[in-house]
C-alpha cells in the first residue's frame, strides 16, 4: 500500500515543489487550500501527481490557522486514505512585512495563528496517527517537516512577527524531534533562504539584482533546492531534530 501524506501551503511555490515531491517518492498527497484560485491550483498538482507518478491526492479546504479546520483536514485524510499517517509537512506560511509601530494587532495575530499555531494544530492531531504504526526501523518511520525560514535564524527588518513565528517553529521542531525520537517519528525544519517565488517575481530586475548581491553565493535558490532537502529528509533514517537551510551562504549555523 501507498504511504500517506498530508501537506499544508502545498498549492504554490515551494508548497507545490514538496507537493510534488512527495508524490515522486510515491506518496499520495492530501492538500488544503483556502480560496477558490489555490483549489484551482491544488486541482491541478493533483492531476499532474496522478498522470506523472500514480498516486492519489485529496484537495481538501481548511483553513489551517483554525484548529476546526485541521481536525476537517486529517479527517478527510483518514476518510480517503485510512488512519495511519506517514507524512506531514507544516508549510503554511503568511507574512506582512511592515513595521511594528504601524502593524496592526489582528494583523499579527494572523502571522502566528498561520505561521505556528496551524504547525502545533496539526502535529496534535496526526501524531496519535503516526506512532500507533511508526517503528525505529528505517522503512516505518513516520516524518513531519516543519517549514520555517532563514527569518527564524536571524532578525529581519519589518518581519518581528514573521521572525517570531519561524523561531518558534524551530522550537517546536525540535521539543517533538526529543519527545517522538524512541517512537520511530523524526521531526526536522527546513529554512529556506531567498527561493525564486511568484513574490520574487514580480520586483524589478535591478532590485533582484541586489537581493541576489547579498548572498554569498550569489544567486538567488530555487524551489527544488527546498524539494531535495525535502526528499533528503524523507529518506534519512538517522536525522531527526534538525534544522536543514539551503541559504546559499546567507546565514551560517
Known amino acids: 500500500m501507498a504511504k500517506t501524506a498530508i501537506i499544508t501551503g502545498g498549492s504554490r511555490g515551494i508548497g507545490e515543489a514538496m507537493s510534488k515531491m512527495l508524490g515522486k517518492l510515491g506518496y499520495n498527497v492530501v492538500i488544503n487550500y483556502r480560496s477558490d484560485s489555490s483549489k484551482a491550483l491544488s486541482d491541478t498538482i493533483a492531476d499532474s501527481l496522478k498522470k506523472e507518478y500514480g498516486v492519489e491526492t485529496e484537495v481538501v479546504r481548511a483553513d489551517v490557522s483554525r484548529y476546526e479546520d485541521c481536525e476537517a483536514l486529517v479527517k478527510a485524510t483518514i476518510d480517503r486514505f485510512g488512519e495511519n499517517i506517514d507524512v506531514l509537512v507544516n508549510n503554511a506560511g503568511i507574512t506582512n512585512n511592515c513595521n511594528w509601530i504601524d502593524i496592526k494587532r489582528e494583523d499579527y495575530e494572523n502571522v502566528i495563528n498561520t505561521n505556528l499555531m496551524s504547525f502545533l494544530h496539526m502535529t496534535h492531531l496526526?501524531?496519535?496517527?503516526?506512532?500507533?504504526?511508526?517503528?525505529?526501523?528505517?522503512?516505518?518511520?513516520?516524518?513531519?517537516?516543519?517549514?520555517?525560514?532563514?527569518?527564524?535564524?536571524?532578525?529581519?527588518?519589518?518581519?518581528?512577527?514573521?521572525?517570531?513565528?519561524?523561531?518558534?517553529?524551530?522550537?517546536?521542531?525540535?521539543?517533538?524531534?526529543?519527545?517522538?525520537?524512541?517512537?520511530?517519528?523524526r521531526v526536522n525544519a527546513i529554512a529556506p533562504g531567498m527561493i525564486m517565488t511568484d513574490m520574487l517575481r514580480g520586483v524589478n530586475q535591478d532590485e533582484l539584482n541586489a537581493l541576489a548581491g547579498t548572498i554569498p553565493q550569489g544567486f538567488i535558490g530555487d524551489v527544488a533546492d527546498i524539494s531535495g532537502a525535502l526528499e533528503f529528509i524523507l529518506t534519512a533514517p538517522y536525522l531527526t531534530g534538525q534544522v536543514i537551510s539551503p541559504n546559499g551562504g546567507f546565514v551560517l549555523q
Open 126 to 185: 496526526v501524531l496519535p496517527h503516526m506512532i500507533n504504526h511508526s517503528s525505529k526501523e528505517a522503512d516505518k518511520q513516520c516524518c513531519i517537516v516543519n517549514t520555517s525560514s532563514v527569518g527564524g535564524l536571524t532578525g529581519v527588518i519589518n518581519q518581528a512577527d514573521y521572525c517570531a513565528s519561524k523561531s518558534g517553529i524551530i522550537g517546536l521542531t525540535r521539543a517533538l524531534a526529543l519527545e517522538f525520537a524512541g517512537r520511530g517519528v
